[in-house]
C-alpha cells in the first residue's frame, strides 16, 4: 500500500491510500533494459545463480556490465548458452555488492526485460 499526498479542491492538502506505487515519468532518462546470464550451482547444476549482470540506458549505452560471483560453489557454467566460463568469475563482484550495485542503477526506472 503506498500514500500519496495530494491536494484537494479547496486547496487542503489530503492524504490518499493507493494499492499501486507511484511510478516515475515515463521519459527516455527513466528507461533501462536489464539482462541476467545465469549458471548452476549445487548437485547437476541445478540452483540457477546470477553470474553476470547487463544494464544498458535507453539509448543502448552501457550502464552497468560485470561478472558476479554467486554465493554457492559454480558447478555448471552453462557456457554454451551464458558464454561465462570458470576464468570470467574468478575475480568477479561478489553478489552481495552486485546486488546493491543494481539496486541503485534500477531504483527509479522502468524495466525492460526478457524471459
Not at 493507493?18 to 540452483?47: A, F, W, Y
Not at 554457492?72 to 568469475?89: A, C, E, M, N, Q
Request: with cysteine; hydrophobic share 30%.
Amino acid at each position: 500500500m503506498v500514500q500519496s499526498v495530494g491536494e484537494a479542491s479547496n486547496g487542503a492538502k489530503e492524504t490518499t491510500r493507493n494499492s499501486k506505487p507511484i511510478l516515475p515519468p515515463c521519459t527516455p532518462d527513466h528507461i533501462v533494459s536489464l539482462d541476467c546470464e545465469m549458471v548452476g550451482c549445487g548437485s547437476k547444476g541445478r540452483i540457477s545463480a546470477l553470474g553476470r549482470c547487463s544494464i544498458v540506458n535507453y539509448n543502448g549505452e552501457i550502464v552497468y556490465d560485470s561478472y558476479v560471483k554467486p554465493l554457492l560453489p559454480v558447478t555448471d557454467y552453462r557456457t554454451k548458452w551464458s558464454g561465462i566460463k570458470r576464468k570470467h568469475l574468478s575475480n568477479a563482484v561478489p553478489f552481495s555488492e552486485a546486488r546493491k550495485l543494481i539496486k541503485r542503477h534500477l531504483s527509479g526506472k522502468y524495466i525492460i526485460g526478457h524471459d
